[in-house]
T-cell receptor, first 113, second 113 residues
Framework: NAGVTQTPKFQVLKTGQSMTLQCAQD?????MYWYRQDPGMGLRLIYY???????DKGEVPNGYNVSRLNKREFSLRLESAAPSQTSVYFC????????????FGSGTQLSVL | GNSVTQMEGPVTLSEEAFLTINCTYT??????LFWYVQYPGEGLQLLLK?????DKGSNKGFEATYRKETTSFHLEKGSVQVSDSAVYFC????????????FGQGTELSVKP
């Protein structure tokens, strides 16, 4: 039981390059989320998906797109990376007894030069 | 709007010292409250939660009580260990808002032997 798996763990991009962050969960959870973590700002929600086939914007969606490919996978795409997108990105899925517990991946550290 | 405010870190304690990390919130609905912990190089993990006023969440010696009158959810531990060194995040979620969590900025705890 792997939980939430993110790839890659580290990435360095040049301004203007594109990339996709991959996330998969094996817990049969409906809802999945992408957060970014910046010093002094906690975690901020980028996009989320309440169920397969649906996606919604979070607090800081600009510059990002997402795809909920199937129930397991939820990817985050940066079409044209900017230095302001340098951050640590976390994928999470929602589960637990009362469906109130977030399960997090181990994160992707992204640097945009 | 909804928000979470935590005391600023870093907090540095000696082993066996008493820990308090303050957390206050603002919410328009009836939130559930959480503490998540992030160990170095890892994603966040749920530490404890409380879903209604006067509930006490507890886990691994940590406790927090949901105080509606003071809109607070302070984290406490009677005797910290070196292994408790981590970043602690207070968070809230509002019922019927898709499980989205709003996080505080995080408080880094360092415990010295």
């Amino acid at each position: 039981n792997a939980g939430v798996t993110q790839t890659p763990k580290f990435q360095v991009l040049k301004t203007g390059q594109s990339m996709t962050l991959q996330c998969a969960q094996d817990m049969n959870h409906n809802s999945m989320y992408w957060y970014r973590q910046d010093p002094g700002m906690g975690l901020r929600l980028i996009y989320y998906s309440a169920s397969e086939g649906t996606t919604d914007k979070g607090e800081v969606p600009n510059g990002y797109n997402v795809s909920r490919l199937n129930k397991r996978e939820f990817s985050l795409r940066l079409e044209s990376a900017a230095p302001s997108q340098t951050s640590v990105y976390f994928c999470a899925s929602l589960g637990g007894q009362a469906n109130e517990k977030l399960f997090f991946g181990s994160g992707t550290q992204l640097s945009v030069l | 709007g909804n928000s979470v405010t935590q005391m600023e870190g870093p907090v540095t304690l000696s082993e066996e010292a008493f820990l308090t990390i303050n957390c206050t919130y603002t919410a328009t609905g009836y939130p559930s409250l959480f503490w998540y912990v992030q160990y170095p190089g890892e994603g966040l993990q749920l530490l404890l939660k409380a879903t209604k006023a006067d509930d006490k969440g507890s886990n691994k010696g940590f406790e927090a009580t949901y105080r509606k009158e003071t809109t607070s959810f302070h984290l406490e531990k009677g005797s910290v260990q070196v292994s408790d060194s981590a970043v602690y995040f207070c968070a809230l979620s509002i019922y019927n808002q898709g499980g989205k969590l709003i996080f505080g900025q995080g408080t880094e705890l360092s415990v010295k032997p």
